[in-house]
């Protein structure tokens, strides 16, 4: 098993930045990839980001490339997301995930990942 928690979220003015932070505990050794995703209210849960988790290659949804940066410290077991310029379409929860399972694909659907934090929010004001 693997326990995520996520923290950094928060309220923030459109332009700001936010740096959201996932730490993973438990079999860490066997995840794969970390990724985030986010959810507003009403709508499905998209993905942001995901990293490889062995050699840190990167992935990002069409909607936040250039603005935000998924990195992660292996010693820590911890998964960053640094969030810049951000938008009032910005605004969601935010989730950090693992994935356990073996691969080498940049996986950007939910059903991908195996384990999930509890979500973190982040609003952005216009």
């Known amino acids: 098993q693997v326990q995520l928690v996520e923290s950094g979220g928060g309220l923030v003015q459109a332009g700001g930045s936010l740096r959201l932070s996932c730490a993973a505990s438990g079999r860490t050794f066997t995840n794969t990839a970390m990724g985030w995703f986010r959810q507003a209210p009403g709508k499905e849960r998209e993905f942001v980001a995901t990293i490889k988790w062995t050699f840190g290659s990167t992935y990002y949804a069409d909607s936040v490339k250039g603005r935000f940066t998924i990195s992660r410290d292996s010693a820590k077991s911890t998964v960053y997301l640094q969030m810049n310029s951000l938008k009032p379409e910005d605004t969601a929860v935010y989730y950090c995930?693992?994935?356990?399972?073996?691969?080498?694909?940049?996986?950007?659907?939910?059903?991908?990942?195996?384990?999930w934090g509890q979500g973190t929010q982040v609003t952005v004001s216009s």
């Open positions: 995930s693992a994935r356990a399972r073996s691969g080498n694909s940049y996986y950007t659907g939910w059903n991908n990942y195996d384990y």
